[in-house]
């Protein structure tokens, strides 16, 4: 049973930093890829970041990139998604994701495994 659990979400000032957390358990290590999305309040699940089983190459939304930093520890089976330099419109509930597809994509509806959300909000 593969199950993830996230964590590190919280309220933080424009410009601050956060450090999200994703444990995984079960048998995540075939996935293709592990990814982070959020969802802004009364808007889509949209992507963040992703980092792949093969290589390691990671992927960013054009709106995070160069300010979030997507990581894997494969001994703790944990990703993290490092945030910095934090903007109001990055306030969302911040979900960890596994693809369910032979291939990576971008698209919510192509992960079949998600966890129950942190809250990140980011005030001006």
């Known amino acids: 049973q593969v199950q993830l659990v996230e964590s590190g979400g919280g309220l933080v000032q424009a410009g601050g930093s956060l450090r999200l957390s994703c444990a995984a358990s079960g048998r995540t290590f075939s996935r293709v890829a592990i990814a982070w999305f959020r969802q802004p309040p009364g808007k889509e699940r949209e992507f963040v970041a992703a980092?792949?089983?093969?290589?390691?190459?990671?992927y960013y939304a054009d709106s995070v990139k160069g300010r979030f930093t997507i990581l894997r520890d494969y001994a703790k089976n944990t990703v993290y998604l490092e945030m910095n330099s934090l903007k109001p419109e990055d306030t969302a509930v911040y979900y960890c994701?596994?693809?369910?597809?032979?291939?990576?994509?971008?698209?919510?509806?192509?992960?079949?495994?998600w966890g129950q959300g942190t809250q990140v909000t980011v005030s001006s």
């Open positions: 994701a596994l693809e369910g597809s032979h291939y990576f994509t971008t698209a919510p509806s192509d992960y079949d495994y």
């Open positions: 980092v792949l089983r093969s290589g390691g190459s990671t």
